[in-house]
T-cell receptor
């Protein structure tokens, strides 16, 4: 079963604009991670935010975590055509040995 | 450092057959997880192995099985294939599993006819 749900399912923007994707989850977590997948390829880890953190940055990426609302957001600033991909959030629950992924947000950045 | 290697990359099988997929994790990683990805169900967790022991299993029928060898390489097997087993099967390794960063292979694309 999936733990997280991303919103929106699909997002189309112009190059240079910012893209925001949201993730909601159901149970208490140790951390939340974001991954990117280019069509039909393996996933690539982008960023990890722990349950005691509220915000984290990595290059053009900014992730927030609100444990009271069980939600996270991923912001990609100044998007590029190469950012076109599917983005997934994944959560690791306490006392669990697996990561559960959401359904993903399909981002299209038009040049 | 070499990444996660999955073989074969593509394969076609017919209903009722069985298939074995292989995954070589990053050197030093002891945890290997398997996921099934389909357009309709998204990424579904299959199982996770650590030091040759299955630590967790997703909600899949017993036709799906796996194992891990002493060198951390892992295989998964699907018996009595059904059309619905057509999917991209992804393997991911991590140093300790649990909540660490996952490193994914490129996947094995299985088509069942």
């Amino acid at each position: 079963s999936q733990q997280g749900e991303e919103d929106p399912q699909a997002l189309s923007i112009q190059e240079g604009e910012n893209a925001t994707m949201n993730c909601s989850y159901k149970t208490s977590i140790n951390n939340l991670q974001w991954y990117r997948q280019n069509s039909g390829r393996g996933l690539v880890h982008l960023i990890l935010i722990r349950s005691n953190e509220r915000e984290k940055h990595s290059g053009r990426l900014r992730v927030t975590l609100d444990t009271s609302k069980k939600s996270s957001s991923l912001l990609i600033t100044a998007s590029r055509a190469a950012d076109t991909a599917s983005y997934f959030c994944a959560t690791a629950m306490y006392n669990n040995n697996d990561m559960r992924f959401g359904a993903g947000t399909r981002l299209t950045v038009k040049p | 450092k070499a990444g996660v290697t999955q073989t074969p990359r593509y394969l076609i099988k017919t209903r009722g057959q069985q298939v074995t997929l292989s995954c070589s994790p990053i050197s030093g990683h002891r945890s290997v997880s398997w996921y099934q990805q389909t357009p309709g169900q998204g990424l579904q967790f299959l199982f996770e192995y650590f030091s040759e022991t299955q630590r967790n299993k997703g909600n899949f029928p017993g036709r799906f099985s796996g194992r891990q060898f002493s060198n951390s390489r892992s295989e998964m097997n699907v018996s009595t294939l059904e059309l619905g087993d057509s999917a991209l099967y992804l393997c991911a390794s991590s140093a300790w599993g649990r909540d660490g960063e996952l490193f994914f292979g490129e996947g094995s694309r299985l088509t069942v006819l």
